[in-house]
Nanobody, 121 residues
Framework: QVQLVESGGGLVQAGGSLRLSCAAS????????MGWFRQAPGKERAFVAA????????YYADSVKGRFTISRDNAKNTVYLQMNSLKPEDTAVYYC??????????????WGQGTQVTVSS
């Protein structure tokens, strides 16, 4: 059974930083593309970032470029999202996802349960 478990969310002031982690189990981690998505209240879930199988390629939403960094440690079956210069509009539930293909849509095969990130002004 595939499990993706996010952690690291919380409350932070604008301009601060957080690092999200997503631990994966039940799949051959190194063969999956990993992505981060977020869903703000009243909005649809949106792509944030993705990283290819061996960290060769990364993609970011325009809204987070230059502030967020996605990385992965295949030895630890974990993907990270380092979030700097946080803004109140970054407030959302953040989800990690896994898929065999590099993509930015919502059709990832596996999803975590989400972790709340709240940025106060």
């Amino acid at each position: 059974q595939v499990q993706l478990v996010e952690s690291g969310g919380g409350l932070v002031q604008a301009g601060g930083s957080l690092r999200l982690s997503c631990a994966a189990s039940g799949l051959t981690f190194s063969t999956y593309v990993m992505g981060w998505f977020r869903q703000a209240p009243g909005k649809e879930r949106a792509f944030v970032a993705a990283i290819s199988w061996r960290t060769v390629t990364t993609y970011y939403a325009d809204s987070v470029k230059g502030r967020f960094t996605i990385s992965r440690d295949n030895a630890k079956n974990t993907v990270y999202l380092q979030m700097n210069s946080l803004k109140p509009e970054d407030t959302a539930v953040y989800y990690c996802a896994a898929d065999p293909r590099l993509r930015s849509d919502n059709e990832y095969q596996y999803w975590g349960q989400g972790t709340q990130v709240t940025v106060s002004s």
